[in-house]
């Protein structure tokens, strides 16, 4: 769909020869920190931005030279952007209008669409009667009444408050599922980008990362910046001593050595990033607890993060003093564990992951 | 002391320049002139209450042609300044970025350092048969003869126009400047076209902007008096003037308070029906200027 888009701001390249393709009907995230050029990307796939190079070809046909009102997209933005001169009725008709549909049609229409989107009886408030989740289904119901090709959503959740933006994630997945149209979605919080969609693309400094589904981005990240960014884990850095199949010893400046899976080339010497995610680091009072098939560490407890399911304890290695953080299982086992505790924990060596350090960054930590 | 009779206090010491000059200065001479142009002089020193004056004004086809006149000359320039104004302020408010807004506003209000009399006779200098512009429609061929530029209406309207500018772009720069640039955006991306978004999203949210500003310029431009006297000269025909001769001139104080009544009412009218048209309320358009 997008082929090598280029686009240059004075400077710097925001947008630096991206290729990457939407699947009809699928639901497609950009995911990436702030000022990684996905707003730019997104503004030139709606087309408020012409790209330097390269074309944007939506539903088969080329956008370029195609100007915002005359291309099958439509975008809900960042701030929703409802027209406060109008009712919410007059909102989602405004397309319609403008696409010189009858009243009668415009009404039927638009009133259709509010129902679907369980606000069938809003079309006569004004917009500012209308509660945050309210809002962002009448930005939607505005665009998708247009029947676009591609609808395109510009970090819509980003200024609602945390229980609300949980509600509406699910609420946008069911609405892009019974829909069934085409959505991009842009965002900085990884949790959204991995409920939402069937595919990410992982973005930073103009380029895409790392594309694939969620597992894939999660379980098994092609670079050292996805492992980073996406999910919580445990960065060590080191030097690759030995390697033992797939597998790679690795040690650190200060003497811990741990064992992890190469992705990509990797040679002994090479300076290397490891990757641990929390829950896959095995707990336990006592070394004779854990796995034997499993190289064993020991710590010390530095302090307890609770929260609810999502539970994790803060550990110091015990000869080098690093930090390791390891979510806490839900059998309550370790719900008395203290401060200054000393525990053993291992993780298994193929789910964890390592990668040749990217240049300028060895031997900082995490 | 009591807190309460404290505060009482300090509020009405901090509002009492204002009322004073409200007191002094706006309501006393209004209920002066009030009585005055109720009343008719009978005889040396001798008057009697009467609707004589506002009959004159009925009476003579010169006075309510003036008026009249007057009334649609202010509107027109009005209408005027707004369609200038608009675009500058436009530029100001979304297209010129930082400085580049900033230095274009000083430029709009440069003039305005000037005293409105030089400014008018700068006009005049360019104007007049000997004058600038008349001289150089002769070298360039276009006249044979010098022309006379001043004393016509449209020269009358250009400086009504030229003086009330910045009244307009200063509350429409304000009321553009809030306006979100992603609602454009998104009714661009919802498939208007220029006219379209002016219309539809540009004008409604700048309507209490424009009110504004426009009740300021019709004010300002009804009750101007320079302007017309030096740029229409005798056939400006503008009712300030009116005033003034029977003030002065004609020491018929009680005929030119009827005049100062009857303008009075006139531009109230006028914004009134303005309001009415434009669906705005008075107290949004307010917090607008």
Redesign the interface.
């Known amino acids: 769909m997008a082929d090598a888009v280029v686009k240059r701001f004075a400077d710097h390249v925001a947008v630096d020869s991206l290729s990457f393709s939407v699947e009809r009907g699928s639901f497609f995230s950009i995911l990436g920190p702030s000022g990684c050029g996905k707003t730019t990307l997104l503004r030139m796939i709606?087309g408020?931005i012409a790209p330097d190079d390269g074309d944007i070809a939506i539903g088969g046909r080329s956008m370029r030279g195609v100007?915002?009102?005359?291309r099958p997209?439509?975008?809900v933005?960042?701030?929703l952007?409802?027209?406060?001169?109008m009712s919410v009725g007059e909102n989602v008709a405004?397309?319609l209008a403008?696409?010189g549909m009858s009243r009668a049609e415009r009404m039927k229409r638009s009133n259709a669409m509010l129902e679907r989107v369980g606000l069938g009886n809003a079309a006569d408030k004004r917009v500012d009667e209308l509660s945050g989740g309210q809002r962002q289904r009448v930005a939607i119901a505005?665009?998708l009444v247009?029947e676009p090709t591609l609808l395109l959503l510009d970090e819509p959740l980003g200024a609602l408050d945390l229980k609300l933006r949980e509600h509406m994630k699910i609420e946008l997945k069911q609405l892009q599922a019974s829909f069934g149209t085409t959505f991009v979605y842009i965002t900085h919080d990884q949790s959204e980008a991995l409920v939402l969609s069937d595919h990410v693309g992982v973005m930073s400094h103009g380029r895409f990362e790392q594309m694939g589904t969620p597992q894939d981005l999660y379980y098994r990240p092609q670079t050292p910046f996805v492992a980073g960014f996406v999910g919580a884990n445990n960065r060590i850095v080191g030097r690759a001593t030995r390697s033992d199949g797939s597998l790679a010893e690795i040690a650190t400046a200060d003497g811990w050595i741990v064992r992890a899976l190469k992705t990509g080339a990797i040679a002994d010497g090479d300076a290397v990033e490891v990757f641990v995610r929390p829950e896959v680091a095995i707990l336990a009072r006592s070394a004779a607890q854990l796995p034997i098939d499993q190289p064993q560490h020991s710590g010390e407890v530095q302090s307890v993060l609770f929260d609810g399911a999502n539970s994790a304890v803060l550990l110091q290695e015990a000869r080098t003093r690093r930090e390791f953080r390891i979510a806490l299982p839900q059998t309550g086992q370790f719900s008395d564990l203290k401060p200054h505790e000393k525990v053993a924990f291992s993780f298994d060596p193929s789910r964890a992951v390592c990668f040749a350090a990217r240049a300028g960054t060895a031997g900082q930590d995490a | 002391m009591d807190p309460r009779w404290h505060a009482r206090l300090a509020l009405g010491l901090l509002l009492a320049p204002a009322l004073l000059w409200l007191g002094a200065l706006i309501i006393l001479p209004h209920v002066d002139l009030a009585v005055l142009s109720f009343r008719e002089r009978i005889g040396p020193r001798q008057y009697a209450a009467s609707l004589a004056q506002y009959k004159t004004f009925f009476a003579e086809p010169l006075y309510w042609h003036v008026f009249l006149r007057t009334a649609v000359m202010s509107v027109i320039a009005t209408g005027l300044t707004l369609l200038l104004a608009f675009p500058i302020a436009w530029i100001i408010a979304k297209l010129a970025r930082g400085r580049a807004g900033s230095l274009l506003f000083i430029v709009c209000l440069i003039p305005f350092w000037v005293s409105e009399t030089v400014r008018t006779l700068g006009w005049m200098i360019l104007l007049r048969e000997s004058g600038v512009l008349p001289a150089l429609l002769v070298q360039m061929g276009l006249t044979h003869v010098p022309v006379e530029l001043l004393y016509r209406d449209a020269t009358l309207l250009v400086g009504l126009v030229y003086t009330s500018l910045l009244f307009m772009v200063v509350p429409l720069v304000s009321s553009l400047e809030s306006l979100d640039d992603s609602l454009i955006e998104a009714a661009y991306d919802l498939g208007s076209g220029g006219f379209a978004i002016l219309r539809g999203i540009v004008i409604p949210h700048a309507a209490p902007g424009i009110t504004a500003g426009c009740i300021v310029v019709f004010m300002l431009t009804l009750g101007n008096y320079l302007t017309p006297t030096l740029l229409g000269g005798k056939n400006s025909q503008w009712f300030t003037e009116q005033i003034y001769t029977q003030f002065i001139t004609r020491f018929n104080w009680e005929q030119g308070a009827a005049f100062g009544f009857l303008l009075l009412a006139l531009s109230t009218a006028l914004v009134v029906l303005g309001l009415r048209v434009s669906g705005q309320r008075f107290g949004d358009v307010m917090r607008r200027t």
Do not use: I, Y
């Open positions: 709606a408020f100007a915002p009102n005359r997209v439509n975008m933005f960042q701030q952007a409802l027209f406060p001169m405004f397309g403008r696409r505005r665009s247009l």
